[in-house]
């Protein structure tokens, strides 16, 4: 069974930093690029940063340049997604995906003072 399981998310004051993992389970890691998104509220759900299986591309959408990174463990089968610098903008439930195989059930990021 497909599994994809967040954590990681909270509260977290403007300036703060967060890390998202993404535990996954049940298919074969290493042959998955895997993506983070996230959703705003009445927002549509947008990329935020993707990796390809062996780390080798990483793409992030501009919004979060130089403030977010995407990283992968394949020996843990995790993803993680290190969000420096919050801004309010940011917050979102954010989902982690196996490209063209699931998602996970999201973790909830909110940036307020």
């Known amino acids: 069974q497909v599994q994809l399981v967040e954590s990681g998310g909270g509260l977290v004051q403007p300036g703060g930093s967060l890390r998202l993992s993404c535990a996954t389970s049940g298919f074969m890691f290493t042959r998955y690029t895997m993506r983070w998104y996230r959703q705003g509220p009445g927002k549509e759900r947008e990329a935020v940063a993707g990796?390809?299986?062996?780390?080798?591309?990483?793409n992030y959408i501009d919004s979060v340049k130089g403030r977010f990174t995407i990283s992968r463990d394949n020996a843990k089968s995790t993803v993680y997604l290190q969000m420096n610098s919050l801004k309010p903008e940011d917050s979102a439930i954010y989902y982690c995906a196996a490209i063209g195989l699931g998602w996970g059930q999201g973790t909830q990021v909110t940036v307020s003072s």
């Open positions: 990796i390809t299986t062996l780390g080798t591309t990483i």
